[in-house]
């Protein structure tokens, strides 16, 4: 793995962007020279301008609609996830839009929580080292800056409960369809 900069260093600079469609609708994916940054829900005209709000009061810098490449990759992996040939993404991650706590717990996901499979927030909290953090696993799944990719919809309550979900219950109910780890829905 590459050396990551110190927690809150983020790089100045050009943020490359598109918007993709996907089997929950269209994605905004964003990346920096050092990987993806950014996946976006609801990428209509509405949800990318607030999902650009965020990533140039982040970064401060430049940001253009796919120019050089960078997306290349991940927009194909997220075409073969949803096309049912792709179980584990593999790009590179840029971390910077989260740091401590959450970081570690978004980490710890990606690592540790396989496609098909759901964890439970105290579980993952139990993981981290912090067993009575549920809640605070529950806030770092709500910051997540790389949904889908960095799988959060994978966590769900201990009870059986799908839990919440920044995309909507309705694409978590999706996700978690395709994946097999839920009855596709009948409509």
Not at 56 to 66: K, R, T, Y
Not at 107 to 125: F, I, M, Q, W
Not at 141 to 152: E, I, K, R
């Amino acid at each position: 793995m590459e050396r990551e900069k110190p927690v809150g260093e983020r790089t100045a600079g050009r943020v490359e962007w598109a918007v993709v469609p996907s089997g929950i609708g269209p994605l905004l994916l964003a990346a920096t020279d050092r990987g993806l940054v950014s996946v976006a829900f609801h990428a209509d005209e509405r949800g990318r301008e607030r999902a650009l709000g965020r990533l140039a009061g982040a970064f401060g810098g430049e940001l253009v609609e796919g120019a050089s490449g960078r997306l290349a990759e991940p927009i194909r992996q997220v075409g073969a996830y949803f096309d049912g040939s792709l179980r584990h993404f593999d790009v590179k991650l840029d971390w910077s839009l989260v740091t401590g706590f959450n970081r570690q717990v978004l980490r710890e996901l990606a690592d540790s929580v396989p496609y098909g499979s759901v964890v439970g927030y105290g579980e993952l909290a139990r993981r981290v080292g912090q067993p009575t953090a549920a809640q605070a696993v529950g806030a770092a799944m709500g910051a997540n800056p790389l949904p889908l990719v960095v799988p959060c919809h994978r966590v769900v309550e201990s009870d059986g409960g799908i839990g919440g979900f920044g995309g909507g219950l309705e694409t978590k109910r999706r996700l978690l369809a395709l994946e097999g780890v839920l009855p596709e829905p009948l409509f």
